[in-house]
């Protein structure tokens, strides 16, 4: 089945630093979203993307859906203490109406202040 | 307006003892997705429904897993017997009618079998 790629494992970085990670999968996606997990919490989307090339701003964030459908990143601007968090990619498989996302294994962030 | 609302948040029980746990979806919402989270092997989607249809229920582990859906405003996730590896995280997500519709999720319920 399909899989995706998440890069790095785990950051750790100084309080205002900027933070990128990545997602590669060796299938195509038609969707892209970013999610963010604080502990004892459910994912909550941060960024979801729909077209291939689009850039997408939310606040500090900045995600992008790769051209070729096959990756994408999440960049956060400005780390703050509250970044904290797992964050996971996830694409739509295939030209499924029905929804049924893949996701990657997590990016664990941590800032230091 | 109301998300995702899972049940227990909190579950501990012994092996062999039967566990179910719930899920409401947001109202709306047509499709209902049920997830485990490990260390080990991360989000894993266990089955989903559409309009309360199962339509994909390969990633359910075991024939000791079972999941319905009554109506559109509520499902279970049954474990029965239930086993210490089966201790996990469990979500609970839906989207809305389209296809590209993001999923939103629960809070999980954290299940603990000793």
């Known amino acids: 089945g399909q899989q995706l790629n998440q890069s790095p494992q785990s950051m750790f970085i100084q309080e205002g630093e900027d933070v990128s990670m990545n997602c590669t999968s060796s299938?195509?996606?038609?969707?892209w979203l970013w999610y963010k997990q604080d502990p004892g919490e459910g994912p909550v989307l941060l960024i979801a993307?729909?077209?291939?090339?689009e850039l997408t701003s939310n606040g500090r964030l900045t995600a992008q859906f790769g051209i070729t459908r096959k990756d994408s990143f999440l960049n956060i601007s400005a780390s703050i203490p509250s970044d904290v968090g797992i964050y996971f990619c996830?694409?739509?498989?295939?030209?499924?109406?029905?929804?049924?996302?893949?996701f990657g294994q997590g990016t664990t962030l941590q800032v230091k202040p | 307006d109301a998300g995702v609302i899972q049940s227990p948040r909190h579950e501990v029980t012994e092996m062999g003892q039967e566990v179910t746990l719930r899920c409401k979806p947001i109202?709306?919402?047509?499709?209902l997705f049920w997830y485990r989270q490990t260390m080990m092997r991360g989000l894993e989607l266990l089955i989903y429904?559409?309009?309360?249809?199962?339509?994909?229920d390969s990633g359910m582990p075991e024939d000791r897993f079972s999941a319905k859906m009554p109506n559109a405003s509520f499902s279970t996730l049954k474990i029965q017997p239930s086993e210490p590896r089966d201790s996990a995280v469990y979500f609970c997500?839906?989207?809305?009618?389209?296809?590209?519709?993001?999923?939103?999720f629960g809070d999980g319920t954290r299940l603990s079998i000793l």
């Open positions: 429904f559409n309009n309360n249809v199962p339509i994909d």
């Open positions: 993307l729909y077209k291939a090339g």
């Open positions: 109202s709306g919402h047509n499709s």
């Open positions: 299938s195509i996606f038609n969707t």
């Open positions: 996830a694409g739509l498989e295939g030209s499924s109406n029905t929804g049924k996302l893949i």
């Open positions: 997500a839906s989207s809305g009618a389209q296809g590209n519709q993001p999923q939103h």
